[in-house]
């Protein structure tokens, strides 16, 4: 019974856990693509200041970057929520991810707390963003509807 109780789990709950996990992450990774083309307060200079910031940082090809990573928070962002192409999808975030951990948060430690802000958010989402690169969207998404 203990095995059942902990270990168990029927597969329609599996499919809503992805789905919700899908479309709460979506709309986060959203928002920080948004914030890079300059529709939030929080970065009114858009691709422009993340530019600037990205050369302050010595990274290659700051502008290439700055579009890449953009695009890649927004449109896979909407992508993602949708469960459209989402392993590739979820690659492309998990590595974005990947080099906001090691660059964009380099020197500030794990928490986010922290000044400068530490790791820990991006991480945290690479983890998720990489979940989905190996299960997959699940029954609930646009990918599942093509496929079927």
């Known amino acids: ?20 996990v899908r479309v709460a992450l979506g709309p986060c990774i959203i ?16 691709v422009k200041g993340f530019v600037g910031w990205l050369t302050s940082m010595g990274m290659p090809y700051p502008r290439l970057n700055a579009w890449a990573a ?3 928070e927004f449109l ?3 992508l993602f929520t949708l469960g459209f192409g989402t392993r590739f999808v979820a690659l ?3 590595i974005n991810m990947i080099v906001a951990t090691t660059k964009g948060h380099k020197g500030g430690g794990y928490l986010i707390i922290n ?5 820990e958010y991006a ?11 190996l299960l ?9 509807l093509l496929a079927h």
């Open 1 to 20: 019974m203990w095995e059942t109780l902990l270990l168990s789990y029927p597969d329609w709950l599996l499919q809503f856990a992805l789905f919700a």
């Open 31 to 46: 928002v920080h693509g948004l914030g890079k083309l300059g529709f939030l307060k929080s970065n009114p200079a858009g």
């Open 70 to 72: 953009t695009l890649t």
């Open 76 to 78: 896979g962002g909407i």
């Open 92 to 94: 492309a975030l998990t």
């Open 115 to 119: 000044n400068p802000p530490g790791a």
């Open 123 to 133: 991480i945290n989402l690479a983890v998720l963003f990489g979940v989905f690169v």
């Open 136 to 144: 997959g969207p699940g029954s609930v998404s646009l990918d599942y």
